[in-house]
């Protein structure tokens, strides 16, 4: 007997119209697919088909209650041309866990306490090219400050020397990942942007390789190269695998939490309201004083300004996986071998969990407020969960919350263009054209 089918558009039309919705506008799309019909739906054709499933409760079911049952390695293989196929990313089971255990001691929070004065040096130096009447964009700019701190931070300031190379080429790839998958051609034919990404990976590759060389000879720095370099030297890690996760964490580590930035700059820029009180929390924590460590805690506001941009534009509009055995959620039976995709955003703009959910409000993370509001603790997933939560998230958070604060403190702006950018890009969730500021 064949089994039930899922929820989806049956209608020709409807498919049309549900397809053209995700090319021009995912966000708005899954959202609407959501509200029509439900949180399991079934849509696509042949290797697009997928299952949707979204709601809080799926989210953890995925994350948490049931990990193993997924498998990422093809879900993420579009990130492969960029990240590699030894990759955490890419990574499952057992390798997974020995590649994430070399890199997990670069993001304990006393090592990323270390990282804070790089954070503030790097965001100073953009703002400090800054003058009342200039034009700027802020997205394009913090976007190099916050690749110079992931280099500096992780990998020492000899590959952070070379950033202008080794970026010229990440843009490349990263350009073409974040293509919708209906406007990829994963194939290296002459004049092609797939050969394009794998020339431009192949020459960023050969920096690294040149780094990897030079660090066995001169061993300059306690960082994440280093220690993957001692793997390799008992034979853990291979040089291919060293590479993959050198370019991994560069590109994941500046390429999303850019995006990000560039929001929280437009929402101040556009919502001065936010902006004067994230000034004025500076200014009663920190005061004329260089922000330490200890000062971080006590920018409540701030912190609850950057949750909300995470959450309004997070990282990741969406993320997949394989199933490995069948698995009943919502009612349904999602079958063994389905593809599934999972969506942040839709979860992250319900109106049972975050009520007037495309307004800013930082007040729904502080206790007591108003605004505060129970939720499903699935619900809000920026950096995913579970096992294989973002290596990353207490580094983006805490660059974003310090960046946040200087912005705010050291320059009055207002937005640049009449109509804030809108949101592109699959992978990373970046502001289209960037984020024009007007300096004051």
Request: charged share 20%; aromatic share 8%.
């Amino acid at each position: 007997m064949s089994k039930p089918r899922l929820p989806g558009p049956r209608r020709a039309s409807e498919k049309i119209s549900l397809l053209r919705g995700l090319a021009a506008d995912p966000q708005r799309a899954l959202r609407t697919m959501e509200q029509r019909f439900g949180p399991v739906v079934e849509f696509g054709w042949g290797r697009y088909r997928y299952v949707y499933l979204l709601s809080p409760a799926a989210n953890e079911y995925i994350l948490t209650t049931n990990p193993s049952n997924f498998t990422w390695k093809e879900a993420f293989r579009p990130l492969e041309v960029v990240n590699g196929p030894t990759s955490l990313t890419l990574s499952d089971g057992d390798d997974h866990q020995r590649r994430r255990r070399i890199l997990q001691p670069a993001f304990h929070l006393r090592r990323i306490a270390g990282y804070l004065d790089v954070m503030i040096d790097e965001t100073n130096q953009v703002i400090d090219q800054w003058s009342p009447g200039d034009t700027v964009d802020a997205y394009d700019q913090f976007r190099l400050a916050i690749r110079r701190i992931v280099l500096r931070c992780l990998f020492g300031d000899h590959l952070a020397a070379l950033d202008s190379d080794l970026a010229r080429h990440l843009e490349t790839v990263l350009a073409y990942v974040n293509r919708p998958p209906t406007q990829r051609f994963d194939h290296s034919l002459p004049g092609l942007p797939y050969r394009q990404a794998v020339q431009a990976r192949r020459a960023a590759d050969a920096i690294v390789y040149a780094e990897i060389k030079r660090r066995r000879t001169e061993r300059d720095a306690d960082d994440v190269l280093g220690w993957l370099l001692d793997e390799a030297n008992r034979g853990d890690l291979n040089d291919n695998e060293v590479r993959d996760q050198v370019i991994s964490l560069v590109a994941a580590g500046y390429d999303t939490t850019a995006a990000a930035m560039g929001w929280v700059a437009d929402h101040l820029a556009r919502e001065p309201d936010h902006a004067a009180a994230i000034r004025a929390e500076h200014n009663v924590v920190v005061g004329d004083n260089r922000l330490q460590i200890e000062h971080l805690p006590q920018l409540v506001h701030t912190a609850a300004f950057v949750s909300e941009i995470l959450r309004h534009h997070p990282p990741a509009i969406w993320s997949g996986r394989r199933v490995v055995d069948d698995f009943t959620l919502h009612g349904h039976t999602i079958p063994t071998g389905s593809m599934i995709l999972f969506s942040p955003h839709v979860t992250h703009h319900l109106p049972d969990q975050f009520p007037d959910p495309d307004t800013i409000k930082p007040g729904r993370w502080i206790e007591g407020h108003p605004d505060h509001h129970p939720r499903h603790p699935y619900a809000y997933i920026p950096f995913g969960g579970g096992n294989r939560r973002c290596l990353g998230f207490a580094f983006a958070t805490q660059e974003l919350t310090v960046m946040t604060s200087i912005l705010a403190s050291r320059v009055s702006f207002g937005p640049g263009t009449p109509h804030p950018p809108r949101p592109g890009g699959t992978m990373s969730n970046a502001p289209t054209g960037g984020v024009t500021l007007s300096i004051q």
